[in-house]
């Protein structure tokens, strides 16, 4: 197969296909006498591979993984692409406890519940993280505690309790500070956990595309495999 025919088959443009090729995306290709590449089936197999890897776990990794998978034996490959599905599946857990977490907060607001105050101590130790998390939340922005007694110490009312707990499932939710910051600055108005809420689905749409991405890859990434697996089963191929 010639460059072109490589690119026409795997979506690719020519230069992406060489340039593919230049980071070990895929196999060298076999060079003629005169010099053009010559490619086969598989390089677009790995192509395709390398696009749904690439959507699922970023480039990067997904040039080191397929790298990995073929030189790897089918068990090795299959443990490999069973923890990025697992990775996955991990990071949607995640978020779900975290909407779980805002759903609980909306659920004791419409209730009236109402908080005591608490001190920086006994919030970490209800929230499950430590005096200084809380502390780096407060530089950030995220929180903002009272200040009581001449020795300034900090005291959480109802609605910096509420703040914490939304920022603890943003975060378990595998949302960054800069993120979080944003949620944190509308918490005021009226559609404060509304947001929160919105931002916790547009996390769980990116993990699907994610794993729609990965399996898409499936056929692609089995063949790769299979291939490399073939090749060493091969007489005369190294051990």
């Not at 992406?16 to 995306?25: A, F, I, P, S, T």
């Not at 659920?107 to 430590?130: C, H, P």
């Amino acid at each position: 197969m010639r460059t072109t025919d490589v690119a026409r088959e795997s979506g690719y443009s020519a230069q992406q296909v060489r340039d593919l090729e230049r980071l070990g995306v895929i196999p060298p290709a076999v060079r003629s006498d005169n010099g053009y590449r010559s490619y086969t089936p598989l390089h677009v197999c790995a192509l395709r591979a390398y696009r749904g890897l690439a959507g699922a776990v970023g480039p990067v990794e997904a040039r080191r993984l397929l790298a990995e998978l073929r030189t790897a034996t089918v068990t090795e490959a299959a443990s490999a692409v069973d923890e990025v599905h697992a990775r996955l599946a991990r990071e949607r857990a995640e978020v779900l406890r975290a909407q779980r977490a805002l759903q609980g907060i909306r659920a004791e607001e419409e209730d009236g519940r109402d908080d005591d105050f608490m001190t920086i101590t006994q919030l970490a130790e209800a929230l499950g993280v430590r005096s200084s998390t809380l502390r780096f939340w407060e530089e950030e922005g995220l929180l903002r505690p009272e200040r009581v007694t001449t020795l300034r110490a900090r005291r959480y009312g109802p609605a910096a309790i509420r703040a914490a707990r939304v920022v603890v499932a943003l975060r378990a939710g595998g949302y960054g500070i800069p993120a979080v910051r944003e949620v944190m600055g509308a918490l005021d108005g009226l559609d404060g956990l509304k947001d929160a809420r919105r931002i916790l689905r547009g996390r769980l749409d990116r993990i699907a595309a994610r794993s729609v991405a990965l399996l898409r890859a499936g056929a692609d990434l089995a063949a790769v495999v299979t291939a490399a697996d073939a090749t060493r089963a091969a007489p005369g191929s190294p051990e």
